[in-house]
């Protein structure tokens, strides 16, 4: 397998771009006796494996006559696949409107919008058949619209196809053909479908292994022939609750089933110690493709994807906020208030302010650290004041001049203190005064608790 470099070429649109990603080896990663290698697309130029099937999926709607000039494209997706369109779209002159479950990074949603696209949020917690399941939300839309083509890449040919004659012949030709496993996972069923054709068709002996998250209804169908009911989950653009029609499952020999907490850690030790910044859904792909690699007992040759860039979840599993509010990353726990504060003192996790900071600032830091108050603190180990929207909004109507004098002036002083010791139902009278709650004692502040903490707090006990 050689690694000849050439100078790459000219390109006169960015659609040319797609494919020809390249392979790189993971070899800080324990990989037991196999080499395990990993095809980048989050080279691609919209970030993801995803740009092959919507060129593919639109040019077949043009072919076919589905699509006319300066119509709608409807899509129902993860993320992934509506960026993809998006890119597509803007090249060709079309209007698109994506609808998503609304567990998708802000990121994601963010993009999307910046594309020019329309985008529908949905319940991500209803399954196949719910009204307001994101398909059938975005059948009804392509319906009520005599203009617009709804792509529907679970059910699109055009879907698997794409991978058949350009992942998997690229998959083949880098590695020379010595491959001895693929590992993928499902979104919609395309790359299982088209890859796995293709390198079966070249070799049989050649394993599909499925990456599938815990809760999704394929391992269990896959590894045992047993039918489940869907569960939930948090990695994205990965995993079912139903079959897709152009899912093929017969190619499939084993699957792995991966918790959350497993992919997200498995995607930040990719970034550490490889340097792939890399999406939820490659913590699946890789978990998956680490756990069959240590088992083997024999030297082979494991293929598997880089499906996305992980700029989109910077927010989310690359957040170590995030990771411990959702249970991911495991604190010390004290068995008092303590436990309910998001962001501790005591570990430098909170923002705070000194008096003299004028209120124009006050407010840049809000803004940068997305909270809407802050705790003032002066010599003592006690804060001395709280700053919150409201004492600002106070501030600049009364005189937008106030902008530059000290948070001093403004803060609130009549501090409602609450001792560790204390119960979590102490709490509701100062959140039913309006107010946030200071933990300390007499000689230390702890942190603040608000009423989104105590909730976040509650949700975790019902898990």
């Known amino acids: 397998m050689s690694a000849t470099r050439t100078l790459a070429p000219v390109f006169h649109n960015v659609l040319e771009m797609i494919g020809n990603t390249p392979m790189l080896e993971l070899r800080n990663l324990d990989t037991g006796p196999c080499r395990l290698f990993v095809k980048m697309e989050s080279m691609n130029p919209g970030n993801s494996i995803k740009d092959r099937i919507a060129v ?43 609808v998503v479950p609304d567990k998708m990074s802000d990121e994601k949603i963010s993009h999307l919008r910046a594309m020019g696209a329309e985008v529908v949020l ?47 012949p690229e998959i083949w030709e880098q590695l020379e053909g010595r ?10 069923g395309g790359t299982v479908s088209g890859v796995g054709r293709f390198l079966k068709e070249r070799n049989p002996a050649i394993e599909m292994v499925l990456a599938d998250p815990v809760g999704s209804i394929l391992a269990p169908k896959i590894n045992e022939g047993r039918e489940v009911t869907a569960g939930s989950w948090l990695v994205e653009g990965i995993g079912e609750d139903f079959v897709p029609d152009i899912l093929d499952l017969s190619l499939v020999d084993t699957a792995y089933a991966i918790p959350d907490s497993e992919a997200f850690h498995t995607a930040r030790e990719l970034l550490r110690k490889e340097g792939v910044l890399a999406g939820s859904s490659v913590g699946t792909l890789l978990a998956a493709a680490l756990r069959y690699c240590r088992e083997q007992t024999e ?8 499906c996305d ?7 989310k599993m690359f957040n170590d906020f995030w990771m411990i509010d959702q249970g991911f990353i495991e604190r010390k726990t004290y068995g008092d208030l303590r436990d ?31 909270v809407s108050q802050m705790a003032v603190m002066g010599e003592g180990p006690r804060p001395i004041g709280i700053l919150d929207e409201s004492d600002i909004l106070l501030a600049l109507t009364s005189n937008q001049s106030n902008a530059s004098k000290p948070i ?56």
């Open 56 to 98: 593919a999926m639109v040019e077949r709607a043009e072919r076919e006559g589905m699509l006319r000039p300066g119509g709608r494209i409807i899509e129902a997706t993860a993320g992934n696949t509506g960026l993809s369109l998006a890119l597509v779209a803007s090249q060709k002159g079309y209007r698109l409107t994506v």
């Open 122 to 168: 949905t319940r991500s917690d209803v399954g196949k058949g719910h009204p307001e399941y994101y398909q059938d939300v975005a059948a009804r839309i392509a319906a009520e619209d005599p203009d617009a083509h709804y792509i529907n890449q679970f059910e699109n040919p055009a879907n698997p196809q794409s991978h058949y004659e350009t992942t998997g």
């Open 179 to 188: 491959i001895d496993a693929f590992v993928a996972g499902v979104g919609s």
């Open 299 to 306: 030297a082979k040759t494991v293929v598997s994807l880089i």
């Open 309 to 315: 860039n992980g700029a989109k979840y910077l927010s």
């Open 340 to 370: 309910l504060i998001a962001r501790r003192h005591l570990d430098r996790e909170d923002f705070v302010l000194g008096p003299d900071v004028p209120i124009h600032l006050a407010i840049k830091r809000m803004r940068m650290y997305s």
């Open 408 to 463: 001093r002036e403004f803060m609130t002083t009549r501090l409602e203190t609450i001792s560790p010791e204390a119960a979590v139902a102490d709490l509701m009278p100062i959140f039913r005064a309006d107010r946030v709650a200071i933990v300390c004692d007499d000689d230390q502040f702890y942190g603040l608790i608000t009423k989104i903490d105590v909730i976040n707090y509650l949700r975790k006990q019902l898990l």
